[in-house]
């Protein structure tokens, strides 16, 4: 079966760095996405990674192993705004979107 | 631009009664989706289609049926609703089906009583 595993909550400290670890099993990989949802809202588009290695968008970075079906997301300078929750999703073979279920990124002052 | 509307924004159905949650973009997408988000669980692909006058059906489809008579339109009906239905729906669109970012509507919230 297809799995995509990410922590359920996380609480980190304004100001800080914090790392949301996804790791996923799929039938085929065609590129991993990074969603923000903030409650009662739609999921928007953080990142994209087809090939391995460090994105960098801003505060945000995404990073990449395929070998070891694992990303991460990094956000640095956490901003109280930041608080939401955090998707993972792989393409897989039939180039549909698995959904991991997503990390609850708490953010205190 | 509106992107993407969902209407309606939130509805409580009686069992066994019939819904049409309609959704509606703007971008001149060619996909759309429909997805249903549960608490504890990733986001489900219900239907989905890759250009006007195709669908097709993802991991959950069973209770839901869809048409795409345009590209801007993509209605998802719930013929007979059960409790289990009770859902945050999410449509999506993007570009191009295979590669693209996936953009999303507001969501309609639905419980089934």
């Known amino acids: 079966g297809q799995n995509i595993d990410q922590p359920t909550e996380m609480t980190a400290t304004e100001g800080a760095i914090v790392q949301i670890n996804c790791t996923y099993q799929?039938?085929?990989?065609?590129?991993l996405f990074w969603y923000q949802q903030h409650a009662g809202e739609a999921p928007t588009f953080l990142s994209y990674n087809v090939l391995d290695g460090l994105e960098e968008k801003g505060r945000f970075s995404s990073f990449l192993s395929r070998s070891k079906g694992y990303s991460y997301l990094l956000l640095k300078e956490l901003q109280m705004k930041d608080s939401a929750s955090y998707l993972c999703?792989?393409?897989?073979?039939?180039?549909?979107?698995?959904w991991g279920a997503g990390t609850k990124l708490i953010i205190k002052p | 631009t509106a992107g993407i509307t969902q209407a309606p924004t939130s509805q409580i159905l009686a069992a066994g009664r019939s819904m049409t949650l309609r959704c509606t973009q703007d971008m001149r997408h060619n996909a759309m989706y429909w997805y249903r988000q549960d608490l504890g669980l990733g986001l489900r692909l219900i239907h989905y289609?890759?250009?006007?006058?195709?669908?097709g059906k993802g991991e959950v489809p069973d209770g839901y049926s869809v048409s795409r008579a345009n590209t801007d339109d993509f209605p998802l009906t719930l013929a007979s609703a059960v409790p289990s239905q009770t859902s945050v729906y999410f449509c999506a669109s993007s570009d191009r089906p295979s590669t693209d970012t996936q953009y999303f509507g507001p969501g309609t919230r639905l419980t089934v009583l």
């Open positions: 999703a792989v393409r897989d073979s039939n180039y549909q979107l698995i």
């Open positions: 799929t039938s085929g990989f065609n590129g």
């Open positions: 289609s890759n250009t006007a006058g195709t669908t």
